[in-house]
């Protein structure tokens, strides 16, 4: 071909032409380059006199038509039967010479297919093979037998391609948190986007659609401007083009075009997420050899429904109310109506990650469409829900990640809009501002044990950064954000006021410690005056902790750490002094004190049964559960004895309260005070819960074994690992008895457990405060001798590793 043929001469004029083109961008324009691009292609195979029986086929990227200004061509040159010598080189010299990137091959179909089977990224760029010239048969015979190869492959070529994702991830990190992502390798990137498509070649399973097409164009539009801008083949959008690319853009600013590429990363690696759930699932059932058995409430029936000639229906096992397992994700149970109970999300996001699961794709797709927001305030089991989620720990991430994809997050937390996806342009941070802030929450779930209130440890977490989204100091704006979110949270003034105090001082700690004189007095002083009691100074070194490792590794040293402990060390001094006296018992009902009566003069229990309730959104009730009181002359065992009853029922524990009363001069009389709610399902009948009360007292009824074989039927999920359980002594805290505290994850039978234990060692279980929040339970016993007075210090700590061994034992 002479240099002076149009076919040569006019390629790059044209492409520089239609690149300099202010009216042709995205789509069209890469669709128009690769119309322009297969024109002199097919000019030049016509040219060098390329015989019968062979085609030019563009594969890859260009076999997409999606090329972007400085996309490499990916060209196979497909023949049967012999071939010139220099045929090939006479097709790819033009392009050579007119600087254009060429990926070129020269095979039979045999040898592109064999090619394939040993490479798979070349088998993946033949799935988007496009005839470009030549015998069009050729091309079609070989698009049908390497989709027909992929698609009897596919149970051993897509672990493989996962394997490829997993290990792109690893190398280039997440697409949606970096300063400087490369657009095509980082996970939610353009390669991820080619892997959905091969698997929905398959025919095993498609990506979800909505939102992909819009994600997929934002990061091709963002790709050409950026080779636009750069003159290069670059992937990476560093911090020096970015302010060049949004303006060529018409994107507001650098900070603008983060958040978008942002979002459309999410978009893909969320629609990765869903579908890799789903090869896994099928390809998994093709290997397993046993159908899935059916199950009703954990344990297999007889009567499961089965489609004629199939297998039964998939195994579904109870989570929360409305909230099952199955196949590996937590799904909606069929009489679940998410129209009509404003808190399922969170009930089933929670139940999901404390079992180690996600929410299913079509479950969170149903929630958003049906769900009718949470009503101002939240209900309070909304609260602890949230406060579960978030003390899952790392579970908690790709459940939040669902949730968010569908837009709940920003529906239950307006707020969270001015945040999400929004860049930190600061090298010490890794995430944005709201991965920053689940990622938080994700650290402090590990440090529940460190304070009385885990609740508010974790939605300070979840929170500290709000202010971010607005001008001004962040920890000032929070401040402000933080009271109006915890009162439409339903927190009561209290605890508002201590969330707001932990948000307006979450830099605080770390920065006196680093930047003031920790052997003046007045540092500590400072400090004290700040937080004003020691559980606020427990929450905030806790959240200040969390919040620096969350940050990244430049936040936090061992350096730093214990400038912060010896800080907080002589704050604590400082406060120890000043605590007022321990809060006091509510004073007992008329009703309460009836039952005592009744229990000292018969003798036996005495008890009643109250369900309480919620106002609903709609004006109606809400169940919240049951109140419990129940008077009993003292005896040994009688915590662990209810306790476990109350588990058998399938009853958690959300608060409790036990005392002693003399009513009538006859002796002691215990009144226990309860408050739970059914697990899932509905609330026991009043007559049955009565009826094992009175036999588990008085021997008939052995509520340990009936445990051990309700649990031996039916095993529950092991679920997800949770901080250790701490038993300590609390010195000082009571003149009249040892107190003993407790602070675990919550499981059903826990405080059965404890009262076993406690009983195992003879004391006496003389007043007790229990509490759970969210999934977190704390727990206060105090604890007499037989003698009445409190345990020497010996004995209370063997009390204390008694309880510690029931606990780590289950």
């Known amino acids: 071909m002479s240099s002076t043929d149009p076919a040569e001469y006019g390629y790059p004029a044209e492409r520089a032409r239609l690149l300099a083109d202010p009216g042709a961008v995205g789509p069209q324009r890469r669709a128009a380059l690769a119309r322009l691009t297969d024109d002199w292609l097919a000019g030049l195979y016509r040219t060098a006199g390329a015989p019968a029986r062979t085609a030019l ?83 079609a015979d070989l698009r049908s037998a390497v989709l027909a190869d992929w698609r009897a492959a596919a149970p051993e070529r897509l672990p493989e391609l996962q394997e490829l994702g997993r290990a792109r991830a690893e190398r280039h990190g997440e697409l949606s948190f970096l300063l400087e992502p490369d657009l095509k390798e980082a996970r939610g990137g353009l390669r991820d986007l080619v892997a959905l498509n091969a698997v929905a070649a398959t025919w095993i399973a498609d990506a979800p659609r909505d939102g992909l097409d819009a ?15 750069t003159g290069r083949a670059t992937e990476r959008l560093s911090l020096q083009d970015q302010d060049q690319v949004a303006e060529r853009l018409g994107v507001l600013d650098a900070d603008t075009l983060l958040r978008q590429v942002y979002q459309a990363a999410r978009t893909v690696a969320y629609a990765s997420d ?25 344990f297999p029936f007889n009567g499961a429904r089965r489609v004629q000639g199939g297998p039964t229906a998939p195994e579904r096992r109870p989570l929360a109310e409305g909230v099952v397992e199955q196949d590996g994700e937590a799904v909606l149970a069929q009489a679940a109506r998410p129209a009509t109970d404003p808190v399922l999300p969170l009930r089933a996001a929670a139940a999901a990650a404390q079992a180690g699961l996600t929410v299913g794709y079509a479950t969170v ?6 769900t009718r927001p949470l009503p101002v305030p939240w209900p309070d089991e909304a609260r602890e829900q949230l406060v579960t989620l978030l003390g899952a720990g790392e579970a908690c991430l790709p459940v939040w990640e669902a949730l ?28 944005t501002v709201d991965r920053h802030l689940i990622e938080t929450a994700v650290r402090a779930a590990a440090m529940t044990r460190r304070t009385a209130r885990p609740d508010l440890l974790l939605v300070a977490a979840l929170l500290h950064d709000l202010g971010k989204g607005w001008p001004g100091d962040h920890s000032e704006a929070g401040e402000v954000i933080v009271r109006d979110v915890a009162v439409r949270m339903g927190f009561g003034k209290r605890d508002t006021d201590t969330l707001a105090l932990l948000v307006r001082h979450h830099l605080t700690l770390v920065d006196t410690a680093t930047r003031r004189d920790p052997d003046d007095p007045a540092t ?23 919040d620096a490792t969350a940050t990244g590794p430049a936040a936090w040293s061992s350096w730093r750490a214990s400038l912060v402990a010896t ?13 007022g006296p321990p809060a006091t018992d509510p004073e007992v009902t008329a009703d309460q004190e009836r039952l005592a009566v009744e229990a000292a003069r018969t003798g036996g229990p005495a008890l009643a049964l109250t369900a309480h309730a919620e106002p609903a959104p709609d004006g109606g009730a809400e169940p919240m559960g049951v109140e419990l009181t129940l008077a009993i002359p003292d005896r040994p065992g009688l915590l662990g004895t209810v306790a476990g009853v109350l588990a058998v029922h399938r009853l958690a524990v959300r608060k409790a309260g036990l005392r002693e009363l003399d009513p009538v001069g006859a002796g002691p009389v215990l ?53 250790p359980p701490v038993v300590t002594v609390a010195p000082h805290a009571s003149r009249s008895a040892t107190v003993l505290e407790v602070r675990a994850h919550d499981a059903p039978g826990l405080l059965h457990r404890i009262g076993r234990a406690l009983d195992t060692t003879g004391v006496r279980v003389r007043t007790a405060h229990v509490s759970t929040l969210g999934a977190e339970a704390v727990d206060a016993f105090y604890l007499t001798s037989t003698d009445g007075g409190p345990l020497e210090p010996g004995r209370a700590e063997e009390v204390a590793r008694a309880v510690r061994a029931a606990l780590e034992a289950h």
């Open 365 to 370: 797709r149903r929630l958003a469409a049906e």
């Open 404 to 431: 968010e994809a569908e837009g709940l997050i920003s529906r239950m937390l307006p707020d969270w809009e001015r945040v999400r996806c929004r860049p930190q342009r600061n090298a010490v941070h890794r995430w």
């Open 215 to 229: 994600a997929a164009r934002t990061l091709a539009d963002v790709r050409d401007a950026l080779h636009l801008t």
């Open 57 to 139: 086929v563009a594969v890859g990227g260009y076999g997409r038509a999606e090329l972007s200004p400085r996309s490499d061509l990916d060209v196979l040159l497909l023949h049967e039967g012999p071939l010139a010598a220099d045929l090939a080189e006479r097709i790819w010299y033009p392009v050579w010479d007119s600087g254009v990137a060429l990926d070129h091959a020269v095979r039979t179909p045999g040898e592109a297919r064999e090619v394939a089977a040993e490479d798979l990224k070349a088998q993946l760029g033949l799935l988007d093979a496009r005839h470009l010239a030549g015998d069009p048969q050729l091309t």
């Open 274 to 298: 869903v579908t890799w759930r789903a090869v896994e699932r099928v390809l998994a059932a093709r290997r397993s050899p046993v159908p899935r058995r059916a199950v009703r409430f954990g």
């Open 524 to 546: 500590a002083d400072l400090i004290a005056k700040t937080v004003g009691t020691q559980t606020h100074l427990e929450l905030l070194h806790a959240l200040t902790e969390a």
């Open 671 to 723: 009144l226990l005070s309860w408050t739970v709610a059914a697990e899932y399902g509905d609330l026991p009948e009043a007559a049955r819960l009565r009826a094992d009360l009175r036999r588990a007292l008085d021997g008939s009824l052995d509520v340990a074994r009936k445990l051990v074989e309700r649990d031996a039927a039916a095993p529950r999920r092991r679920g997800i690992s949770t901080p």
């Open 567 to 579: 800080l907080v060390e002589r704050t604590a001094a400082r406060l120890a002094g000043e605590s």
